[in-house]
């Protein structure tokens, strides 16, 4: 993300100013606002950080710092009034009402009075903008700057907040939920059982524990957490992927989650055409990833599944990926077919059948999204990107969802978005009667609380329970 001021800045040398000479400038103030001042000053009051109770009395305050409010009166008097060149002699500051995240305030500064020595004395105030209510006010003494300067842009440094407003968005929409049943299987070290345990105390799953009992316990203390109030169905590691398809089948699950096994081990019981959970499409991976900076979720398709998929399985991971993106609020999902070039190439299958699916997507084989490839990562997910490359369509910079050419690629590039843009990911298997929720040991909190969230919004779809 990168900050310009494209607006040309100009000064009010010394010489220019008047008595009565005025500025002001608006501000809306943003949960990223405060987030950026408490890393930059160090403050970590909570009384200032959203979502915080920062008193003790049950709700959040997110009130807006007094010395960040205060710096609005340096952007009028360095941007506008005097302006560039302005340094401050002194500033004193009275504050009135208290400002929150989501008000817009107006900081106003007016020249009141000149000094031989080149100072300008300036009365100071900010007030919200909805009632005018005063939120701060006082007088500056600054050094007027004695040159005309005028600045035709300035190119600052883009900050990008590792702040993961969509999964926060996606557990907000998970809540008014009933809590899903979940087989867990083989919950059997503290961080699997424990990413179970935390989505039951966020009221999002219900844990049916599937495992060996007396390792289950010792995980639990492990972890520190309590499992008396769940049910543990006595397993092997052969016996309990099979126990929870069971569980499924006989409609006391809605889910299942991976706990300390392998995934194809998970699996396999899975694919059985007569016990497992089949429904007529392949089984295929997808990670819903909040990256900072981006204006929506990323999600990226087939990263752990299928190794080298042909066109066929091609068609399910899309329809799949669709399919989970509408549960989670996506009206018409945008999917970008990845490739290594955006024009048809017979020599890289991948551009082919990038083609392929997306007049397959026209034809409707493939239904709920828009369809577009081969389209290179860059022009998949960014507009300039496309425009320069001259591709016009309604996917081209702004894809939703990645489709990837294979297992590598796909692995590659979620670990990149995890570990370089410090995205968090929630990952589920799809194609099977209910969301299969795969967790990492290395998944944080927010990952595995979305994991399981995620999966309650698309089963919750699939049996008609709608979402808030």
Do not use: W
């Amino acid at each position: 993300m990168q900050t310009e001021t494209d607006v040309k800045i100009e000064n009010h040398p010394f010489d220019e100013l008047e008595v009565g000479a005025s500025a002001e400038m608006r501000r809306l103030l943003t949960a990223d606002d405060l987030y950026v001042f408490a890393a930059a000053s160090g403050n970590h009051n909570p009384m200032h950080l959203p979502k915080e109770d920062g008193d003790g009395d049950g709700k959040a305050e997110a009130i807006a710092p007094g010395m960040f409010i205060a710096s609005m009166i340096s952007a009028v008097l360095g941007m506008h009034l005097p302006g560039p060149g302005t340094l401050y002699r002194s500033q004193n500051l009275r504050f009135g009402d208290r400002a929150h995240e989501g008000e817009e305030l107006v900081a106003r500064a007016e020249v009141t009075a000149k000094h031989d020595d080149g100072t300008v004395t300036l009365s100071t105030e900010i007030r919200r903008v909805s009632d005018d209510a005063l939120i701060l006010s006082g007088e500056a003494l600054v050094q007027a700057p004695v040159r005309k300067l005028v600045f035709e842009d300035m190119d600052v440094p883009g900050l990008v907040v590792e702040r993961h407003r969509h999964f926060e968005a996606i557990l907000e929409r998970a809540k008014p939920l009933p809590p899903i049943a979940t087989a867990v299987v083989c919950p059997e070290e503290p961080n699997s059982l424990g990413g179970a345990v935390l989505a039951a105390q966020e009221s999002i799953i219900t844990p049916i524990l599937v495992g060996d009992p007396a390792k289950i316990v010792a995980a639990a203390g492990a972890a520190g957490v309590d499992v008396s109030g769940f049910e543990i169905i006595a397993a092997n590691h052969h016996d309990a992927p099979r126990i929870a398809c069971d569980l499924v089948n006989e409609g006391r699950a809605g889910a299942v989650m991976k706990g300390h096994l392998h995934t194809e081990d998970l699996l396999k019981p899975m694919l059985d055409k007569v016990t497992g959970l089949r429904i007529g499409r392949r089984f295929t991976h997808v990670f819903v990833m909040d990256v900072p900076g981006m204006p929506e979720p990323i999600m990226v398709t087939d990263a752990a599944i299928n190794i080298a998929p042909d066109l066929v399985a091609k068609v399910d991971i899309c329809q799949n990926a669709i399919d989970l993106a509408i549960s989670l609020g996506m009206d018409t999902p945008r999917v970008g077919v990845l490739s290594a070039v955006e024009t048809v190439n017979p020599a890289i299958q991948s551009s082919i059948d990038a083609a392929l699916l997306s007049k397959m997507a026209e034809r409707g084989q493939i239904t709920g999204g828009l369809v577009d490839g081969p389209l290179a990562m860059d022009n998949a997910i960014n507009l300039a990107a496309a425009r320069t490359k001259g591709i016009k369509s309604a996917v081209a910079g702004q894809a939703e969802i990645l489709v990837v050419p294979g297992i590598d690629a796909g692995n590659m590039l979620a670990k990149q978005l995890t570990f370089i843009s410090h995205a968090e990911s929630a990952g589920l298997v799809l194609g099977a009667k209910v969301p299969v929720i795969l967790n990492s040991r290395a998944d944080g909190r927010m990952s595995r609380l979305a994991s399981c969230a995620v999966a309650a919004l698309h089963q919750a779809r699939v049996a008609g329970l709608g979402a808030a």
